[in-house]
């Protein structure tokens, strides 16, 4: 072999080195970038994983902080079980108002574009003076339940003139009257 | 150089992922159970709440009852609330005609009175006129 053959042989081999370690390092150094980058990708994704948590326990807090509205919402409705009770309510009510009362009917409607609940429909039928039975429908109105009236028909039944002089007009009302009531379970 | 910077980075990236792997599962545990759902159901209850509004019927009657004209007797009343909509029917009996269109004028110039319909026919007789009129309420009467 001449030595320019060898000599032509070497840098041949030199080059081949050199571009071998050219690419190797270049291929190291785009694997590594690439490493740090996602390093930094999980390093952002844990700050906002941290921020969430943060958000998160400021909503819990104000939950808590609101449960005691929360709870009043709640006492808006009639609850499940408790239809008797209301009923009884009314009646009570009634009695201490100095009204006689009859509970006509009782149901249950679902309303059609209802969001929430049920509502419950009271049919009664009081009697007594036209301020106790005007008080009445006060008392009832003003209960604290999401409560309206659907309808009221008042008449003068006639008086209660037996022993007294003044004659005591006696006023019948059928009262029809809905509430909320929170779903049965 | 590059091999420590390799390694530095490995290292970070372990550590981080771990760690939001840890607060990612504790977060999708609160927000299913604990707040979406409770926000949801809250949210129900106000909408509930907020479709219905309480009626005044106590306090359009006794206002109708009490300032009325002498000369004008109520002897039956009925509220009717139907498609957002809440009418009063009042009968009674008037000393005449005047006194009854007083009482349709004083009806109209209420503000929570929408329209007042005294049909004509309550005109027939001078005196003693027994009426039936139907007073229409505002819906938003505040």
Redesign the interface.
């Known amino acids: 072999m001449s030595k320019a053959h060898k000599k032509t042989k070497y840098k041949f081999v030199w080059l081949t080195v050199t571009l071998v370690l050219i690419f190797a390092y270049g291929f190291a150094f785009w694997y590594v970038k690439t490493k740090i980058e996602d390093s930094t990708y999980a390093l952002s994704s844990a700050q906002i994983a941290y921020e969430q948590k943060d958000k998160i326990q400021a909503a819990l807090n104000s939950m808590e902080e609101l449960q005691p509205e929360i709870e009043k919402i709640d006492s808006y409705f009639v609850g499940a079980d408790n239809v008797v009770d209301f009923i009884n309510l009314l009646e009570q009510k009634a009695g201490e108002q100095g009204v006689s009362i009859e509970t006509k009917d009782v149901s249950i409607e679902k309303e059609v574009d209802a969001v929430y609940g049920e509502v419950l429909g009271v049919q009664s039928t009081v009697s007594g003076s036209w301020n106790d039975v005007m008080q009445y429908i006060n008392l009832v109105e003003n209960l604290p339940y999401n409560i309206w009236i659907s309808s009221v028909n008042v008449s003068l039944e006639g008086d209660d003139q037996v022993e007294s002089e003044v004659p005591v007009y006696v006023w019948e009302v059928d009262l029809a009257l809905k509430v909320l009531k929170h779903p049965a379970s | 150089m ?1 091999v420590p ?2 390694l530095l ?2 290292d ?2 372990f550590a ?2 771990s ?2 792997d840890r ?2 599962s ?2 999708v545990e ?2 299913t159970t ?2 979406e759902e ?1 926000v949801y ?2 949210n ?6 907020s ?8 306090e359009h ?2 206002d109708v ?1 009490q300032n009325k004209r002498a000369g004008i007797s109520i ?8 498609d957002d909509t809440e009418v009063v029917r009042l009968v009674g009996q008037a000393i005449n005609r005047d006194i009854l269109l007083d009482f349709r004028r004083d009806l109209e110039q209420k503000q929570y009175v929408a329209a007042v319909d005294l049909p004509v026919s309550n005109f027939a007789q001078n005196i003693d006129i027994n009426f039936s009129i139907t007073v229409t309420l505002q819906k938003d009467n505040e």
């Open positions: 590059l910077m390799y980075g490995e970070i990236k981080v992922a760690e939001e607060l990612r504790e977060n609160i927000n604990d707040i409770r159901e809250l129900k209850r106000a909408r509930a709440l479709a219905h509004e309480h009626t005044k019927v106590y009657l006794t009852t002897t039956g009343m009925a509220f009717d609330q139907k």
